[in-house]
């Protein structure tokens, strides 16, 4: 386990600098300190792992739950593809941190959707535990892969994810902000 848990980081950490790579001629970090860059780099990285862990534990939640229904079924599927694809992006995106778009006043962060390069960063951000860091990020991904902003979970865990305004919990990006911090719960899931 141990072994397999060191393969991945590793994977992760060279994904990673082939992210930053793939920057080289642009800018992966746009106005952000030293530290804040050195901070980035870390959560980017344990960002990375956390939607690893939740996808196979998206695997364990279904062979768990063996009378779960189809319909319930599919959805996790769905939500597993999403963060399949997040992890994909994730290493892509870069960062902002000028913290100056209107967005910011009920932000911490924030990203343009589907089309964005960018995740950006508002003063609130930083002042985030690390673990809430890591589920801003994982959020933000999510939106890459056509999430919205229906309803928001990632707050308290007690406020788990469900289907809001006419979305299924899946396609909205609260709900891997939750996953992230509180595990995997959903309809059918307790
Ligand atoms: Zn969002």
């Known amino acids: 386990m141990k072994k397999e ?17 793939e920057f080289s001629s642009t800018q992966k970090f746009k106005e952000c300190s030293g530290e804040e860059i050195v ?10 792992a956390k939607i690893h862990e939740l996808i196979s534990q998206v695997d364990i939640q279904i062979a768990s739950h063996p009378d779960l229904s189809a319909k ?8 597993q593809e999403i963060l ?3 992890l994909e992006h994730l290493p892509k995106l870069g960062y902002t ?15 343009n959707w589907r089309f964005a390069r960018y995740i950006n960063l508002c003063p609130d951000f930083w002042k985030l535990s690390p673990e809430r860091m890591v589920s801003d990020l994982v959020h933000e991904a999510t939106h890459k892969c056509g999430t ?13 994810p469900h289907n809001c305004k006419g979305f299924a919990y899946q396609h909205i990006g609260s709900t891997y902000q939750y996953w992230a911090l509180f595990g995997i719960k959903a309809p059918g899931l307790f």
């Not at 848990?5 to 790579?21: C, P, V």
């Not at 901070?39 to 990375?48: A, F, G, K």
């Not at 941190?97 to 990203?111: F, K, M, N, Y």
Request: hydrophobic share 40%; net charge positive.
């Open 72 to 79: 319930r079924q599919k959805s996790l599927k769905k939500a």
């Open 97 to 111: 941190c000028d913290g100056l778009s209107r967005h910011c006043r009920t932000s911490e962060a924030w990203i």
């Open 84 to 86: 399949r694809c997040s």
């Open 148 to 160: 919205t902003d229906a309803c928001y979970f990632g707050a308290s865990p007690d406020s788990i």
């Open 39 to 48: 901070i980035l780099n870390s959560r980017q990285v344990e960002s990375m």
């Open 5 to 21: 848990f060191i393969f991945i980081l590793t994977l992760l950490i060279s994904l990673n600098i082939a992210a930053k790579e």
